[in-house]
């Protein structure tokens, strides 16, 4: 079964750092592009970053450039998200999703999904 | 920024009916769009995607349609557990961008 498992999610203070992890089971992630995508609590999904399946290109909503790093270890089928200088609009769910035809950019969407792992930037 | 704009915000309808759910991306996007279901406590699940091409598991109720800025999402003969969020994405431009979203209830 191809399944994605996020972790690392928890509370932290304003200007403080978090590291996400997700693990992929049941494929080789070395052969996909990766995303996270993050949901604030009963608001709509925004996508966050995206790297593709070596490294090569890396994008960013502008709302975490200079903030958060995405980055990946294929040999451990794991992706991950530094988050620095967090803020309280950072709060959210956040989903690391595959990129189902191998790139994201005009291939067909994102799938799977993992279960999420939740962020809260709170004093 | 291609800006995804999806219509109605709620719909509430029967069992039995059918829904027409509408996307507009703010300029072209090709057929380089997708559809999402999202259950309560439920991470996303891919619907359709390539505007019309059904993912794994949806039965045929289930169609997408359109190209360039207009896209449709149809579900025919309603059922319960077609009650959720769904959500168009564009992913033919950076940054990737999703819709607002648009909350089908059943009644």
């Known amino acids: 079964e191809v399944q994605l498992v996020e972790s690392g999610g928890g509370l932290v203070k304003p200007g403080g750092s978090l590291r996400l992890a997700c693990e992929g089971s049941g494929f080789t992630l070395s052969s996909y592009s990766m995303n996270w995508v993050r949901q604030a609590q009963g608001k709509g999904l925004e996508w966050v970053a995206s790297i593709s399946s070596s490294s090569n290109y890396i994008y960013y909503t502008d709302s975490v450039k200079g903030r958060f790093t995405i980055s990946r270890d294929n040999v451990k089928n794991s992706l991950y998200l530094q988050m620095n200088s967090l803020r309280a609009e950072d709060t959210a769910v956040y989903y690391c999703a595959r990129c189902s035809g191998g790139t994201c950019h005009r291939s067909s969407g994102f799938d799977p999904w993992g279960q999420g792992t939740l962020v809260t930037v709170s004093s | 920024e291609v800006v995804m704009t999806q219509s109605p915000v709620t719909l509430s309808l029967s069992p039995g009916e059918g829904a027409t759910l509408s996307c507009r991306a703010s300029?072209?996007?090709?057929?380089?769009l997708a559809w999402y279901q999202q259950k309560p406590g439920q991470a996303p699940r891919l619907l359709i995607y390539g505007a019309s091409t059904r993912a794994t598991g949806f039965p045929a109720r289930f169609s997408g349609s359109g190209s360039g800025t207009e896209f449709t999402l149809t579900i025919n003969s309603l059922q319960s557990e077609d009650s959720a969020v769904y959500y168009c994405?564009?992913?033919?431009?950076?940054?990737?961008?999703f819709g607002q979203g648009t909350r089908l209830e059943i009644k």
């Open positions: 300029q072209s996007v090709s057929s380089n």
């Open positions: 994405q564009q992913y033919n431009d950076w940054p990737i961008t």
